[in-house]
Nanobody, 117 residues
Framework: QVQLVESGGGLVQPGGSLRLSCAAS????????MRWVRQAPGKGLEWVAE????????SYADSVKGRFTISRDNAKNTLFLQMNGLKPADTALYYC??????????WGQGTQVTVSS
């Protein structure tokens, strides 16, 4: 069965960095676009970043552009999100998700990122 397991979240001060990972299994990882999405407390899901099958094309929400970098290692079935220059507004539960159509069909349990001094 499809499994997506996120890790790497934590508490970080404003301006700090974190690297999130998502281990994928149960499907052919290299055949799918992948996304990172997040949900802040009391808010809906927000798309953060997307990467194509090969990793050669990426796109970002305006709110994270220039600070976050999405990447993937198809040999290791792993998706990454490097987050630099973190802000309190980045505090959220971060999910990796398998793209399906204009949305997602599978996502993980999430990893919490808290940005606070």
């Amino acid at each position: 069965q499809v499994q997506l397991v996120e890790s790497g979240g934590g508490l970080v001060q404003p301006g700090g960095s974190l690297r999130l990972s998502c281990a994928a299994s149960g499907f052919t990882f290299s055949s799918y676009y992948m996304r990172w999405v997040r949900q802040a407390p009391g808010k809906g899901l927000e798309w953060v970043a997307e990467i194509n099958r090969s990793g050669g094309t990426t796109s970002y929400a305006d709110s994270v552009k220039g600070r976050f970098t999405i990447s993937r290692d198809n040999a290791k079935n792993t998706l990454f999100l490097q987050m630099n220059g973190l802000k309190p507004a980045d505090t959220a539960l971060y999910y990796c998700a398998r793209k399906y159509g204009s949305g997602y069909d599978y996502w993980g349990q999430g990893t919490q990122v808290t940005v606070s001094s």
